[in-house]
């Protein structure tokens, strides 16, 4: 049974428009929600994060949003660019002081569109 | 080198066969992982390393064995593996109290025949 949930498997975005990455999460528990970028033949890498006191978190291109009550987190990224075609990981952390445990989604992978 | 290295990137081996992958992260960090990576599937928690010490191992088969002989350096050695075995296996490395961010290695993709 998977805890942290990516529907979608795929994406396919226009360059320059906004790209929209969803993850739905089962467990009321989880306090901290990261997500993660890997290209092919490499590890995944850090993108950005949110607490769950907060429903919004913006870095640059990307913005994560946080919805505590629908247990549903998005990452939007906008403008969407060529170097932006990865796949994009979700994870969750049980609880603030865990240093071990994250949670996986399975990916979603988007293709950004000449 | 910086950051977290795998060796080796690829690897093809026999049921029989007995191998290790190597982890060394030039972080400073005191947390290793590693991880399973099976095609369009999350990713699969198998053993965490803190101080050197494992203090989580997610009932992984005994032909899976891990070894952290200090805290920059991780191994994870293979004998009678099985064709299923066969995936992305991801070291990665964290500190303590950074929220969990964990810093990934590019992995090892291991064939197995």
């Known amino acids: 049974d998977q805890q942290v949930k990516q529907n979608s498997p795929s994406l396919s975005v226009q360059e320059g428009r906004i790209s929209i990455l969803n993850c739905d999460y089962t467990n009321s528990m989880f306090d901290y929600f990261l997500w993660y970028k890997k290209y092919p033949a490499e590890g995944p890498t850090f993108l950005i994060s949110?607490?769950?006191i907060k429903d919004k978190n913006e870095d640059g291109r990307f913005t994560v949003f946080l919805n505590k009550s629908a247990k549903h987190l998005s990452l939007h990224i906008v403008p969407s660019q060529p170097g932006d075609s990865a796949v994009y990981f979700c994870?969750?952390?049980?609880?603030?002081?865990?240093?071990?445990?994250?949670?996986w989604g399975a990916g979603t992978k988007l293709i950004i569109k000449p | 080198e910086t950051g977290v290295t795998q060796t080796p990137r690829h690897l093809v081996m026999g049921m029989t066969n007995k191998k290790s992958l190597k982890c060394e992260q030039h972080?400073?960090?005191?947390?290793m992982y590693w991880y399973k990576q099976s095609a369009k599937k999350p990713l699969e928690l198998m053993f965490v390393y803190s101080l050197e010490e494992r203090v989580e191992n997610n009932s992984v088969p005994s032909r899976f064995s891990p070894e952290c002989p200090n805290s920059s350096h991780l191994f994870l050695h293979l004998h009678t593996l099985q064709p299923e075995d066969s995936a992305l296996y991801l070291c990665?490395?964290?500190?303590?109290?950074?929220?969990?961010?964990?810093?990934f290695g590019p992995g090892t993709r291991l064939t197995v025949l």
């Open positions: 949110i607490s769950s």
């Open positions: 990665a490395s964290s500190q303590p109290g950074q929220y969990n961010e964990q810093f």
């Open positions: 972080l400073g960090h005191n947390a």
């Open positions: 994870a969750a952390s049980p609880r603030p002081d865990s240093n071990y445990q994250l949670i």
